[in-house]
């Protein structure tokens, strides 16, 4: 199955899911301030600000974020060829805007999806349904 991972994910309402994103463009001139809000790096002592800016939430970024975070539950069984796999997987959805996943990796990416995202059921649900959209068992009403 071909999925295009440049897809917006959007919430109930339609409008797109925004997520909050590192600011790598902002160049700020010297004695202004930033367009952008800025946050302390860390929790310590330090001058450093980091730069923030919300963007549309793309299928991209949810399943990068998937593939990167490893369920406490499995850490401890997880191999490092599974590792490398998915380490792969995210390396070919950052690098291609459209990519082909065979079926048992649709179902890795949901279940690694509700992993990462327990809380957040729309996010979950949009990416899920791009990714197999027979998972929409409601029937239009017309």
Known sequence: MKINVT???????????R???????EEVEEGKEPKTPSLPCCEHEC???????MVDMTMRSALKQALEHTPAAEAAGRTASTCVERFVL?????????????????????????????QAL????????????TENKRKSQD
């Open 7 to 17: 897809e917006i994910l959007h919430g109930t309402d339609g409008k797109p899911l």
């Open 122 to 133: 729309v996010i979950v649900a949009a990416a899920t349904l791009i990714l197999d959209p």
């Open 47 to 53: 001058s450093a600000q980091v730069k923030m800016k």
């Open 90 to 118: 995210a390396m070919e959805i950052m690098k291609k805007d459209t990519i082909k996943l065979l079926s048992e990796e649709v179902s890795l990416l949901k279940t690694l999806l509700n992993a990462r995202f327990p």
């Open 19 to 25: 997520e909050v994103v590192l600011d790598e463009e």
